[in-house]
Every structure is written in C-alpha cells, then in structure tokens.
C-alpha cells in the first residue's frame, strides 16, 4: 500500500454520506437513519507522519526494526557502516511489532505483531535474510492475541509468549522442522501479560506480571522456568521482585539469565541469576520504572531505563546511568552491542552509537537514512490559537491553520489527551510522563511542567477548568488499579494529584469542568465492581461534593457539560444525562447505532458533539435525541477517538488517517 503525501487541501461540500465519502476518496458504511449531512468537510491531510517504531534487534552490522502504528506493518534493515536502509519487508497482519528475535545462525528474522482483535490471521512471521528481497512469510499464530516477547533457542525452536486473550497466557513453541505451533502450557493464572521469554538448550524463562487493570488480587511479578524435556513449569521469581508489577524483560547471557522488572510503587530491578543454580543470584535497585533491552560489554550489562541507557557493573553490582554527550533517547526500544559501543533504538525515529567509555555517540537519523514516513494512528487531539495538534507515538504534529505548515515535535512516549490554554498546549503524557508543556510563540521543544507518582501512570482524558485556570486530567493507574486527577495551574506552576477520587477499583476517564467544579466520570473494565459513577469533585479543596450512579453497564467513555446538563457515554453506547441542578439523572438512551467503545465529547456553538471510532454525531439541546453529523469518519485512533475544536466553532477528528476540520451549523 503506498501512502502518498497530501501537501494540499481540499475543501469538500458533500450534499450526501455517499458524496461526502466519494469526494474525500474513502471507503465507508452508510449514513445513519438520519440520512445527509450540511457539514463542510475541509481535509487537512495526514495527520502525524513518521516512521514509528516498537523493536529492535542487531544482527550483525545491520540493525533490523519493527514498526508501530504505521499501514503497512513492516521491518526495515538498517546497515549501520554505511548509515542506510538497505532493505525491508511489509507484513500482512498486525498494527505493531514490538517481538523481533534472530535464529542462532542469524539467518532468520523472526517477528510477532500486536493486533487491535483476534482476527484468526498469523500474528508470527519470519523473513529469510539471506535473500531479504523476499517478503517475510507467515508461519503461524500464537492462541493469545498479541506477541510481546520472542526467542529462539539454539536448536532453533522458536517460543512466543504474549497476551491479549480471555485466558491466562501460555508459552508457545514453533518447531522449524514441522512448521505448527504447539501451545506449550500455562504456567500460572496470575499474571494477565507474560511480557518476557529467553531460552536455553533445556529451559524456557517466562516473565509475566499484570501491567493493565491491576489492583485488588491480580497477580504480580512472575518467573517461571519451563523444562522443554519434562513439560512443567516452576516458579523461580527472585523474592526481591515479588512485589513488582511484572517482570519486564529477560536475556541469556552465558551462564547468567538477566531479569528485569517494572516497577511502581517501587523502583525497578535487575537480577543476574546462574543458570546452573537458579537460588543463587543477586539484585540491583535501579532507577524510574523499567529496566529492559540487556546487551554485555566487557563485564558491564547495559539496558534501557525510564530515562536513559543505564549500566550494571558486574563487580560491584551497582547501577549507574550512562553519561554521554548526545540527545535524549526518549522511549527505548533496542539495545545491543557492537565493537564496545551501545547501539540504541529510539521511539523519536533515530538509532545512536555510544561510547561508554568516551562518553559521546553518533547518531543516525532514520528519515534520512531511507526509512518510509508513513501516517500513523493518532491519539490526543486539541486545537486553538491557529494550530491543530495530533499526538502521535514518540511525537506531536502541530498543524499551521494559517500557512499548512506541519511540525512535528518530539515528546517521550504517548500524549493521551490535551488542551490548548493561553496558546500554550499542555498534553498528559503516557507512561508516567505527567504534564507537558509547548508555546509556540516561545518554545522550540516540549516540557515537562509537572511530574506526578509513577503509579498513576496512563493519562485519558485532559480538560480545562477557566474559573480556577487550571488544567485537569483524569488519569488510570495500571498496575495498582482505580486512578487519580492531576491538577496543574500554569499561571502558579502548582501541581496536585487526588488519588481514586471515584474509588479504589474505578479509574477517571471522563473529566468535564463548569464553574470550579470537576466532574469526573469512573470506569471499571474488570468484570466486578462498580463501573460508571459519576463524581462531582473540587479540584481546589480537593473534596468531593456529591456522586451518581447513571445505571449504565459499562464504564464512563467520555463527559461534557452543555448549561446544567452533564452528558455521559458509556464504553457500551450508553448515553446519560444528569441535571446538575437537581443532581439527578434525567435521561438514558442507547446510541449504539452511532456509538460503541470508547469515545470522546465536546461542546462546541451550545451544542454537544461526539465521536466515534465510526461516526460523528450530536445531540438535540432539548430532546437529547442524538442526528449524525459526519458518517463513516472511520478515524484511526490507536487508543480511543477524540474530537475537539476551535475558537471560531470548528470541529476536528480523524478520517482515515488524516485529520479533517468540520464546520456544522446545527438547524441550518
């Protein structure tokens, strides 16, 4: 599929859904019952555009890298003597590869991809670098939806582990010789994500742990060793890291298995354990929340920290970070060795070189070696001041209204959700990254302008609150589970963090602002517990002021106020209404026609708007009955759609992967 590059607009006024979908030259379902849409559709192009990555692994001189978020899925081949791509090969499944691992004789890539659903396609394939002309070949498909982690053993037996499933996840074996994937067992029914595996001649290591929807009694840190011969699993999780979230990551390295954990309430660590005796091994605390990605030097191990290459002295089994002169490596996902040097792969699309010992690096920039720019799937969205921004993996685009100029700057990670206040920008940033900050009037780069604890750690939804100034974000905690509100105030710098302000179970997904009071929509994805309640909350004070059940089956989606009513969506296409006044719930309706998951709300010309993954839509001020606005928008939104506007009552949202300004003038 070839993804060309829209330099210009196009302004569109579409009588119909079939002429709007035809002008736009996209493929879409019909319009809903209400039948035409008057809206005026200008397409602004692609959205955020890179080439974004998930993995990486070395082999040999060339450094060979999984995409993320991009159509088509692919892996590129960087040679790193002459500073290019040399070649790369696109797979038929998948919207990320985060598991790339070589065969012992480096011959084959393999890879695993991670899938929005369990479509039945493969999910595993391999890519003969011997002739890598020759497109990569799906070889299989493990039974959980996606593959986090690969390893071959040095039989040449491949084992993936991964998650995504309704059951517990299982280690999966792919035997060269016969081509079928065998379901090698479960080891245990605690962990909801095994993120980590490496193999032996006798033994397959397993890390899992719960990274999503933790709390209450999920599971936490496990290792387990797998005897290949005997079949059985025994857990062999170092007693230091039992309180971990997960084991993140593990690598053979000689007679030593390395295990990494993620942490949160604590910090994360390392453990060198001797394969010979599993009960003998020692641990180092390092720093931030991750420790991933193992590469040996001489008798240092180096692996990626939260920020940063960080180093474990073998002889004093102390961690340090590795100080070099270079840029910020953002969010890491490769680190390997390569004639003394640290050869790093960074999410914000470049590969450095460093010399620890020198302590300076070089740095290859994948753009300008040949890697393909391709529109990714978007995630937070704002507008104002004459710019539109679309948050991306590793980056943000800040698209010009007045000149079509689009920037793209570099921010760690994800930004969830933001606002546009002052003319500053202000995102919530995943994983832990708090509060960022960029003015373009005054800042080149973004900024960090409020960090919060690492636990609350996945940011969903960023509103403003004008009486107080302040901005707010509802935030979920992965790992310990329920969530927080984040208050920042730009004016004084002031943060604040109000942990499980709906409870311990439900985090806050759906935050809307109106006169100083916060109201804050909870959401529960386990399959107890109270989901949905809605709380009205002073973010000053930091007390609650009163709380609703609007009797819905499923958790908040998003919230907006219009007047003294609040709208509500549930992630089952459940719409409710709350008379702030009364304080009472005064309308519920089922909109899955126009609605279903996740999605967002907006007001905007005194009327409530909504998105969809499929449809743009509002709502009457007065019945609250609910007209489609754009059908068959069909936006790519990697974690849930969004829609915003602007000053002058201009919508915006994706279409494809493009982002499209809307102009609607209800009863017009």
């Known amino acids: 599929m070839s993804h060309p590059h829209i330099s210009r607009r196009h302004m569109l006024q579409a009588g119909g859904a079939a002429g709007l979908v035809a002008a736009l030259g996209l493929t879409g379902q019909p319009a809903a019952a209400d039948g035409r849409t008057t809206a005026r559709i200008t397409d602004l192009g692609p959205a955020v555009v890179q080439f974004s990555l998930m993995s990486a692994v070395l082999i040999g001189d060339t450094v060979y890298i999984g995409s993320r978020n991009i159509d088509p ?4 081949a960087l040679h790193l003597p002459t500073r290019s791509v040399v070649a ?20 084959y890539l393999y890879a695993g991809v ?56 299982a280690l999966w074996e792919w035997d060269p010789t016969t081509r079928q ?22 033994t397959v290591f397993l890390g899992a742990g719960t990274t999503f929807n933790g709390g209450g009694d999920t599971g936490r840190a496990t290792l387990y060793a797998y005897d290949r011969s005997a079949g059985t699993f025994t857990s062999v999780v170092p007693r230091e890291m039992e309180r971990d979230p997960s084991v993140r990551d593990l690598a053979v390295m000689g007679g030593t298995l390395v295990v990494g954990s993620a942490g949160s309430t604590e910090p994360s660590k390392v453990a060198l354990m001797d394969l010979a005796d599993l009960s003998s091994y020692t641990v180092a605390t390092s720093t931030g929340t991750v420790a991933k990605l193992f590469t040996e030097i001489d008798d240092t191990v180096y692996f990626a920290g939260e920020d940063g290459i960080h180093a474990y002295d073998r002889r004093t089994d102390t961690i340090a970070p590795v100080e070099f002169d270079g840029p910020d490596l953002g969010e890491i996902w490769g680190v390997d060795g390569r004639d003394g040097k640290i050869v790093v792969t960074s999410a914000f699309g470049f590969v450095a070189e460093i010399d620890p010992a020198a302590r300076t690096s070089a740095v290859i920039d994948l753009a300008e070696a040949g890697a393909p720019r391709t529109p990714q799937t978007a995630m937070g969205l704002a507008a104002g001041d004459g710019h539109v921004y679309v948050g991306g993996t590793g980056t943000l685009a800040r698209h010009s209204l007045r000149s079509g100029e689009v920037v793209n700057l570099r921010a760690p990670g994800e930004a969830k959700d933001m606002v546009v206040h002052g003319g500053a920008l202000y995102t919530g940033q995943y994983n832990s990254e708090g509060i960022w900050r960029h003015d373009p009037r005054h800042d080149r780069r973004m900024h960090q302008v409020a960090d919060f604890p690492h636990e609350q750690n996945r940011p969903l939804d960023v509103a403003l609150d004008r009486k107080n100034g302040l901005v707010l974000v509802g935030v979920q905690s992965d790992t310990e589970g329920g969530g927080s509100l984040w208050t920042y105030h730009p004016r004084t710098g002031r943060s604040r963090c109000f942990v499980d302000p709906v409870d311990a179970m439900q985090c806050v997904r759906g935050v809307a602002s109106q006169d100083g009071v916060a109201y804050l929509g909870g959401d529960n994805t386990l399959a ?53 006044r009364r304080r009472t719930l005064v309308h519920r309706a089922d909109i899955r026609e126009v609605c279903n998951g996740f999605a967002a709300l907006v007001t905007n010309r005194g009327v409530v708007y909504g998105v969809s993954d499929t449809t743009v839509f509002r709502f009457d001020p007065r019945t609250f009955a609910v007209s489609t606005v754009v059908p068959a928008v069909d936006g790519s939104w990697y974690s849930g759609s969004h829609l915003t506007n602007d000053e002058a009552g201009h919508l915006y949202t994706m279409r494809g992967r493009n982002l499209i300004r809307i102009t609607d003038r209800p009863g017009r």
């Open 114 to 169: 991670l899938q929005k659903a369990d479509v039945g396609r493969p999910n595993l394939f391999r890519w003969d670098l011997t002739t890598p002309g020759t497109p990569a070949e799906p070889i299989g498909r493990i039974g959980d939806r996606d593959v986090r982690a690969l390893a071959v053993a040095p039989d040449g037996v491949l084992y993936a582990v991964g998650g995504g499933a309704d059951t517990a996840p």
């Open 73 to 76: 899925v692919r892996v590129i």
């Open 181 to 202: 994937v065998r379901d090698a067992g479960t080891p245990g029914p605690e962990g909801t994500l095994v993120r980590a595996v490496a193999a032996t001649g006798t």
């Open 528 to 580: 107890t517990g109270p989901r949905s309640t809605v709380v009205a909350f002073d973010p000053v004070r930091g007390k609650e002021l009163w709380r609703i059940d609007p009797r819905q089956t499923a958790g908040t989606a998003a919230l907006a106020v219009r007047g003294r009513h609040l709208y509500g969506l549930s992630r089952k296409g459940g719409l409710f209404v709350i008379d702030l």
């Open 88 to 107: 790369g090969t696109d797979l038929t499944n998948g919207h990320s590869v985060q598991a790339l691992a070589a065969d012992p004789a480096g011959r």
